[in-house]
């Protein structure tokens, strides 16, 4: 695999040593068992995969590439470049401004983009309507197109069910940029909809049973079907892809539940020209992150800490995982550890960030705690997480972190 140029800034030397060491050992990725360092007073247990995907790092050459190569020139990016507020943060610093926000509301107005200006697409990926006004402006979208390979995947997976006229049902957020841009060019090819859970999906398996009038339809997925949609044609053929970001169990249930519906409806001999059985479209460092934190959660540990941007999808995934099996706390960095005693951590079901109190105070007894990163997190963040935490122990309850072998 390619090998990304990475600033300093987001690199350390304990998580990079950390991982190297598992790949060693594990070059086929076939062992998703944690990895340790027991540090005397504290044993922190890593994720066998975390943090900064191919994807990301990709984005982020590129990203820092368009800096180097355009001295004096105005960069724009589209939008959030991923899901971290250190990265932004960075990038805004460094002189790239944002177009849009990540809803996609207008920052910058299109019309003070020249053809001289560099634009830069986020790992995301953008729509259909955004590549024709960049091109209409004469801006070249290519040369700093940083869009995820394996979302573009999945839009080549699109294309090949409209080819064989099936509708496309997207498993995703439909606010999120990455399933806004999925939508956009997957209703080139074939009638498209979205639904966000199993909730959803239900309600549209009513729709091709027949069992939910065409005012439902339109009321229920209103904004979340492509122009022309027809629930009384277009949903005798369907297929399912998703947000590359989604929680893949969710994908699979949803996938199963369309499939029954299918055989329910047209027979178990019919029913596969009626459902495409398409393999999952989770890219593979979402895929390795979940099956790492399922491994996570055989472990006994006092906490787990789960760090990224809060408007992370995959991040909040692996918050959705562990707090099935310990007290979970979701931060952005270190700082959000306020004292031994008190955490500031993001709420995904409030979507707001609360204070709460350990169950049991940092700096005390030996304490085993979980820790592990979405696919936009900087392993610098991570360091300083653990050196956070470090620093409420004495020190000769502590051995140095940078003398342990895994």
């Known amino acids: 695999m390619k090998k990304f140029e990475i600033p300093t800034i987001y690199q350390s030397g304990l998580i990079q040593g950390i991982k190297k060491q598992r790949k060693l050992e594990d070059p086929r990725k076939k062992d998703f068992s944690p990895s340790t360092i027991n540090l005397g007073a504290i044993e922190f247990i890593f994720a066998r995969h975390f943090g900064f995907c191919y994807g990301v790092e990709n984005a982020i050459e590129l990203s820092y590439k368009a800096l180097k190569e355009n001295p004096g020139k105005r960069i724009y990016l589209l939008s959030q470049m991923i899901h971290n507020p250190h990265v932004n943060n960075d990038l805004q610093e460094n002189g790239i401004n944002f177009i849009q926000d990540t809803y996609?509301?207008?920052?910058?107005?299109?019309?003070?983009?020249?053809?001289?200006?560099v634009v830069i697409i986020p790992a995301f990926g953008t729509t259909i309507d955004i590549e024709n006004k960049l091109q209409k402006l004469g801006v070249d979208i290519q040369k700093y197109n940083t869009t995820c390979p394996f979302v573009e995947k999945v839009w080549n997976t699109s294309k090949k069910l409209g080819d064989k006229d099936f509708t496309?049902?997207?498993?995703?957020?439909?606010?999120?940029?990455?399933?806004?841009?999925?939508?956009?060019?997957?209703?080139?090819?074939?009638?498209?909809?979205?639904?966000?859970?199993?909730?959803?999906?239900?309600k549209l398996a009513e729709a091709i049973e027949g069992k939910m009038s065409r005012e439902e339809f339109f009321s229920y997925f209103k904004n979340k079907h492509s122009e022309g949609f027809d629930p009384d044609i277009h949903l005798k053929k369907v297929?399912?892809?998703?947000?590359?970001?989604?929680?893949?169990?969710?994908?699979?249930?949803?996938?199963?539940?369309?499939?029954?519906?299918?055989?329910?409806?047209?027979?178990?001999?019919?029913?596969?020209?009626?459902?495409?059985?398409?393999?999952?479209?989770l890219c593979y460092a979402t895929n390795d992150n979940q099956k790492s934190t399922l491994e996570l959660l055989k472990e006994k540990a006092n906490m787990a800490l789960v760090i990224g941007g809060y408007n992370s999808s995959n991040t909040t995934h692996l918050v959705e995982l562990c707090q099935q099996n310990f007290p979970t706390y979701f931060i952005s960095s270190e700082s959000k550890i306020l004292?031994?005693?008190k955490i500031e951590h993001f709420n995904i079901h409030t979507k707001k960030e609360e204070i709460s109190s350990f169950k049991e105070p940092l700096g005390g007894k030996k304490m085993k705690i979980i820790?592990?990163?979405?696919?936009?997190?900087?392993?610098s963040i991570m360091e300083e997480v653990i050196d956070k935490i470090i620093s409420f122990y004495p020190s000769e309850q502590i051995k140095n972190k940078n003398t342990i072998t895994l």
């Open 239 to 281: 297929g399912v892809i998703n947000q590359t970001t989604m929680l893949a169990s969710e994908t699979q249930e949803i996938s199963d539940y369309f499939k029954n519906t299918m055989i329910s409806f047209f027979g178990e001999d019919n029913y596969k020209e009626h459902f495409a059985d398409t393999r999952d479209t």
């Open 339 to 341: 004292s031994s005693n």
């Open 371 to 379: 820790i592990t990163s979405g696919a936009s997190c900087p392993d």
């Open 104 to 117: 996609g509301n207008e920052i910058i107005p299109w019309s003070n983009i020249k053809k001289e200006d």
């Open 168 to 202: 496309i049902i997207i498993h995703g957020k439909y606010g999120h940029e990455e399933t806004r841009a999925t939508f956009s060019h997957s209703m080139q090819y074939a009638p498209s909809i979205i639904v966000k859970d199993i909730n959803e999906s239900k």
